[in-house]
């Protein structure tokens, strides 16, 4: 299956110490050159915001390297890159889903419709059973059309870009339909949280830390699982150092991104209203318009530098993502579905010859693709707090592009879910970044467009070179 | 551009046209609908009915269905049925013409029924989009006199975008000048969407720290982005923000605090005053005589025209009533989640 695309292979006689270095520790060039470009993009946003606007708490004193700035920036991806765990598999398996930002719109106004119209009259505003049925219907109604699209794709014989664009056109129409063109909201207090905005919509430091805690120990365990797995196949096992060295940056990744997470601190405004509402007493202290805790002088509560603050930690929709991706990367790798998804998508003909049911792997692909945008639909929803027919209009171009730009290949057989969130974070960043500098929109959309052309190109280049 | 606005047009208009409405009993009036996939065209129609029938006149009606080809065999179907007066709300301003050419040389009269077409035989009538800019901009230094104020805009392909930002920069360039408030985010939003004014307007935080003290939103829908993005930083409520189109969330959202203005454009007024207008013509009365109406050449290409230019409605908390009244919005819509007491029209 060729969905590893590390350099690791066999040893030739003439290759330099950094080649040597790179093949013995089985470093996935082209991931590392992704990131390298992404963190090239954060330090120029900063450099240029600080420049424009100085005076930041970044990094490079701009407004982009800031914690505040990160946090938002995951919670902006998390939509997208939902979404495009799913889009890796589509196309891995060499169709194409052209209908997810409608369908996005669609389940989002069913759904909105639903809890704001019936479920709030029926059970009175704010029952806290109303998000759990929510976001169950969402995910429902997602499976379910995701399934007519599979159906018709693999029983009906429609080319997947004829039925989804079908569906881009059509879906779009019945969202506008279900609420007569009306924008639904407000959305249920609890629904909210799942969009990241408010204090219970994240998880606090501890709980953060334990949780970073936890992925480093997961890392460790799947390295010595990794290895061993490998010993019990009789294949060479990476040298220590290198197992060493990747769990190293590995664990080094999450909790410098828990630590991020958590130096986020609560907006006043939010952390004055908590404290107000649960009689937490705000300590004296003399006001700093640029601080980020809040103190008390005199009477009022004022911005302050060393007074009362929360941790932010992470935000629910962040988590979503996470879970998303790490269920999706293991239903890629280590189960049966996966690896007949990857097969069919390799070589379509000697999958089926070899006994797999292509077709009702099609639909499978696609209902979990639909249940997918159901989450997506929830947290773009939650997030607005408000459910409009507008929501998601162009998000299949972004899903897709980001799936590309993540080292999918549209020839079908090649794509990692890893590699495709780090895509949708790689064009959020340029998409925050250029609105944080005030820059027109239009002038983005060049960027981006460019973007994912040189991302290709550059994909294409590294390719042949390895081959 | 002088512009005459009406508010009260609607209700003294009944008074007036009364005695006229009697003797132009008989005459046809026929509309060229571009569209009725917004829910709006179907209130426009309801008011154009009403007065129409009500004057004991006939209603005649076809629907292009959002075609420039379909909308031309439509008024030609319509000559042929030799109506008195015929509305067109033009698909395309500029591919319509020549079928405005056909009815003016049928000797029948007609209107530009909010969309402009620049042909200066007809009457123009709409709602004063410049206006409504300059109306947010007003409701907005009300309250916020001086400060950091930031515009998110709508789509920059969109004229109306630009107009509308014209209109507040009318009302505010003194202030601007004089340094009393501050530009300190201004960015146009792809598509009007709701969810991109939400990443503009939490960049547009993050860039400032929170430097905002007034968020200028060209639409509802965005200012539903807007909101969402300052409630996360705790300052919804405190930041006012404007929008328009009197879409029901904004309505809630202008009666729980967290936006300051909806200006609506009440297409009941638009039918209405269309419809009156539309029987006067019928009856043969010079454009220049009907009330309200004021030379207008701010189109694409500077035509002079006869027009009406309703002033929208800017609804705020005090007035939300308005919208409840004329059947926009139930009270109970208006009022969802409404803090007991803090709006006269809720309580």
């Keep these: ?467 | 551009m002088k512009i005459k606005t009406l508010t009260l047009l609607a209700g003294a208009a009944v008074v007036a046209f009364a005695p006229t409405a009697v003797m132009a009993a008989g005459k046809t009036i026929a509309v060229s609908w571009k569209t009725f996939q917004e829910e709006r065209w179907k209130t426009d129609e309801a008011a154009i009915k009403a007065v129409v029938e009500a004057a004991g006149d006939s209603y005649l009606s076809t629907d292009a269905q959002g075609s420039a080809q379909k909308q031309a065999a439509d008024i030609e179907s319509l000559i042929s049925q030799k109506p008195d007066v015929i509305l067109v709300v033009a698909f395309d301003s500029d591919a319509i013409l020549p079928s405005i050419q056909k009815i003016n040389d049928a000797g029948i009269k007609s209107i530009a029924y909010d969309v402009q077409f620049e042909d200066p035989s007809a009457l123009y009538i709409t709602f004063d989009n410049v206006g409504v800019g300059r109306i947010m901009a007003q409701e907005m230094l009300k309250v916020k006199p001086e400060g950091r104020y930031a515009f998110i805009k709508g789509d920059k392909g969109d004229p109306n975008a630009t107009f509308l930002f014209q209109g507040m920069m009318e009302v505010l360039k003194d202030s601007l000048d004089g340094g009393k408030i501050t530009n300190v985010c201004e960015t146009f939003t792809d598509g009007w969407k709701p969810d991109n004014a939400q990443k503009n307007m939490e960049q547009c935080l993050t860039s400032t720290n929170n430097g905002v003290d007034a968020v200028l939103s060209e639409n509802d829908g965005m200012a539903s982005g807007v909101v969402a993005a300052l409630d996360a930083q705790g300052l919804a409520g405190a930041v006012p923000v404007t929008g328009q189109d009197g879409d029901l969330a904004a309505i809630n959202r202008v009666a729980i605090g967290t936006q300051l203005v909806s200006v609506w454009k009440n297409s009941v007024d638009l039918g209405t005053v269309a419809a009156k207008a539309a029987i006067e013509l019928a009856n043969g009365a010079d454009p220049t005589t009907i009330a309200g109406v004021a030379k207008f050449s701010g189109g694409k290409n500077g035509v002079e025209m006869n027009s009406i230019l309703l002033a929208p409605t800017p609804i705020t908390k005090d007035n939300v009533q308005v919208a409840i009244d004329a059947g926009h919005i139930t009270k109970e819509q208006a009022c969802a989640g409404v803090a007991a007491g803090s709006v006269a029209a809720c309580n």
């Design chain 1, 1 to 467: 299956m060729a969905m590893q695309t590390s350099a690791g292979g066999p040893a030739s006689a003439n290759e330099n110490a950094v080649q040597r270095f790179v093949r013995a520790a089985e470093i996935d060039t082209r991931m590392v050159g992704m990131l390298v470009a992404m963190l090239v993009i954060w330090v120029g946003f900063d450099i240029i915001s600080s420049v424009l606007r100085p005076g930041g708490s970044g990094v490079f004193g701009g407004s982009f390297l800031t914690s505040r700035n990160l946090w938002i920036l995951l919670v902006q991806t998390s939509t997208i890159a939902v979404m495009t765990t799913g889009m890796v598999l589509v196309i891995v398996l060499r169709q194409i889903d052209l209908s997810v930002g409608s369908m996005l719109s669609v389940v989002a106004v069913a759904t909105g419709v639903l809890q704001v119209f019936h479920l709030g009259p029926m059970l009175g505003v704010g029952h806290p059973v109303i998000w759990i049925i929510a976001v169950a219907f969402a995910l429902l109604v997602g499976a379910a059309i995701g399934f007519f699209n599979g159906v018709l794709i693999a029983y009906g014989q429609i080319p997947s870009f004829i039925v989804t664009l079908g569906g881009l056109i059509a879906y779009s129409g019945a969202a506008f339909l279900i609420a007569s063109g009306v924008t639904v909201a407000p959305m249920d207090k609890a629904f909210k949280i799942i969009g990241g905005n408010g204090p219970l919509a994240s998880i606090g430091p501890f709980w953060s830390w334990v949780l970073g805690a936890v992925g480093c120990v997961l890392i460790v365990v799947a390295t010595i699982a990794g290895r061993r797995r490998r010993v019990r196949f009789h294949f060479t096992p990476k040298p220590v150092w290198a197992e060493f060295l990747t769990a190293f940056i590995a664990c080094a990744a999450v909790l410098g991104t828990t630590a991020i997470v958590n130096s986020y601190l609560w907006p006043q405004r939010v952390a004055e209203r908590y404290a107000l509402e649960n009689s937490i007493p705000i300590p004296p202290g003399i006001e700093d318009r640029n601080g980020l805790a809040i103190c008390m002088a005199g009477d009022k509560v004022v911005n302050c530098v060393d007074g009362l603050s929360f941790q932010t930690g992470y935000p629910i929709p962040v988590l979503i993502t996470l879970a998303v991706g790490l269920a999706m990367t293991f239903i890629a790798r280590r189960t049966r579905f996966g690896r007949y998804v990857f097969a069919t998508g390799g070589n379509p003909e000697a999958a089926e010859l070899a006994g797999v049911n292509t077709k009702w792997l099609t639909v499978k692909v696609f209902t979990l693709m639909g249940v997918l945008v159901g989450i997506s639909s929830v947290i773009a929803s939650a997030r607005l707090d408000a459910a409009t027919t507008a929501l998601g209009t162009l998000n299949e171009l972004y899903v897709i592009a980001a799936a590309v730009i993540g080292g999918t290949s549209l020839a079908g057989g090649v794509g990692t879910i890893f590699g495709a969130i780090v895509g949708a974070l790689l064009m959020q960043s340029l998409q925050s970044g250029m609105a944080l500098l005030n820059v027109d929109s239009a002038y983005t959309n060049i960027v981006v467009g460019a973007v994912l052309v040189i991302a290709v190109y550059v994909d294409q280049v590294y390719r042949r070179r390895v081959k």
